[in-house]
């Protein structure tokens, strides 16, 4: 008991209370969003969706709390990780023969009548891999056997695009790039492969805007090639590919500085396929307006800022990249839905953190954010013992 106060105690108060204030501000979005879609379009009760992720919630919660106080000697972490990427690249695999085909993504593996979303657990299991992996062998002999290291992550990520899934892959490449980015390394050839990197991403985005005129004059494409037509959604009303984005703008723009009020959408009367999911935001922009998306972003902010400051204390490499790839992993959520929803990157269906409703990402979440916490409440400890020692002489 004394154990868990001294944690409690030592944990980032300002992280935990932004987590909770954007996880109860979430349950009460997804009740509004998900209401008229429960009646309508699925004849269940109007907390129906509420209900289970309050329930998926406190799950996560538990397991946050679980990861916070549990002891774990740190030799053991190398295997754990190494363990939880091969489960990662199995279960990835494994939907190739059992998965579920949802949104034209075979995406969803099927487990004691639950459904869940293995690219999810990939992600956390990406972040874990880099993390201790690089952190225990800090002195690679080479570039290739640095970048050799994350061979299985590339192939975890080659596996979720296969699904296909390029929003969940992009995601996940990009943690794994923005990772690598962060290592401190001396060898001046890596310090060109990190800035080829940058350019390369740059790049690759402007090579995309400007493949619009392309993508439109393409008389037939997949799901997923028509997802990369991005600009202009409303000119596309008719169109899958523009037909969401386009709601998204009249929720928007229906909520003006200061919204309709806060459950009075009328977006969200199946106008706005997935409003409680991937398009939420554009809901709480039409009942809370402008304010409500700012007071959001805020929160982000704040939230980022902390997890961002944790990674920079770290007084150990594995507990800094731990931090800044859930750092990595949470603003890449951010950035890629929003982006979606407001047209400046192709949709590729993302759930926002804590607001979007969804199992398999709000456990991760959690995990993630509960490793955070042990490596701020290490960075105090280690921090005390040093003081200490300096009282002492």
């Keep these: 008991m004394k154990h868990i106060k001294e944690n409690f105690r030592r944990m980032d108060k300002i992280l935990l209370i932004f987590m909770f204030i954007l996880t109860i501000f979430g349950l009460v979005m997804i009740l509004s969003a998900s209401n008229v879609a429960a009646v309508l379009e699925y004849n269940k009760k109007e907390t129906y969706f509420f209900t289970k992720q309050a329930i998926i919630v406190g799950i996560s919660l538990f397991l946050f709390f679980i990861i916070i106080n549990i002891k774990i000697n740190r030799k053991l972490y190398l295997i754990l990780s190494w363990l939880l990427m091969g489960i990662a690249i199995v279960t990835l695999g494994t939907l190739r023969i059992s998965g579920v085909i949802t949104n034209n993504a075979q995406s969803w593996l099927p487990i004691f009548g639950f459904k869940i979303q293995p690219s999810e657990f990939a992600k956390t299991a990406i972040i874990i891999y880099i993390a201790v992996g690089y952190g225990y062998h800090r ?135 997935e409003a409680y999911t991937d398009f939420i935001f554009p809901i709480i922009m039409e009942e809370l307006g402008v304010l409500g998306g700012v007071f959001i972003l805020i929160l982000y902010l704040v939230l980022l800022y902390h997890i961002l400051l944790i990674a920079t204390n770290s007084t150990d490499l594995i507990g800094s990249l731990i931090a800044f790839g859930t750092f990595s992993y949470i603003l890449m959520h951010i950035l890629v839905n929003l982006g979606g929803v407001l047209g400046l990157i192709p949709l590729t269906g993302v759930p926002l953190p804590f607001l979007s409703y969804g199992g398999s990402y709000t456990l991760n979440l959690f995990i993630l954010l509960g490793l955070v916490e042990r490596v701020a409440i290490k960075n105090k400890n280690d921090t005390y013992q040093k003081e200490f020692k300096k009282a002492l002489g």
Excluded: H
């Excluded at 002195?139 to 929003?167: H, Q, R, T, W």
């Excluded at 523009?242 to 459950?263: D, E, K, P, R, S």
């Design 139 to 273: 002195n690679f002999k080479n570039m290739f056997s640095m970048l050799a290291y994350l061979i299985p992550c590339l192939f975890a990520v080659a596996l979720v695009a296969l699904e296909p899934d390029l929003g969940t892959a992009s995601i996940m490449l990009a943690v794994i790039v923005l990772m690598f980015l962060s290592l401190p390394v001396k060898d001046n050839k890596l310090k060109v492969l990190k800035i080829s990197l940058l350019l390369l991403c740059v790049v690759g985005y402007l090579g995309l805007y400007g493949m619009q005129g392309y993508f439109e004059k393409k008389e037939s494409s997949s799901t997923q090639e028509s997802r990369l037509l991005f600009t202009s959604p409303c000119s596309r009303y008719q169109d899958d590919t523009g037909y969401q984005v386009c709601n998204g703008f009249i929720a928007i723009n229906n909520g003006g500085l200061f919204g309709v009020g806060l459950g009075k959408s009328t977006q969200k009367y199946l106008y706005l396929p």
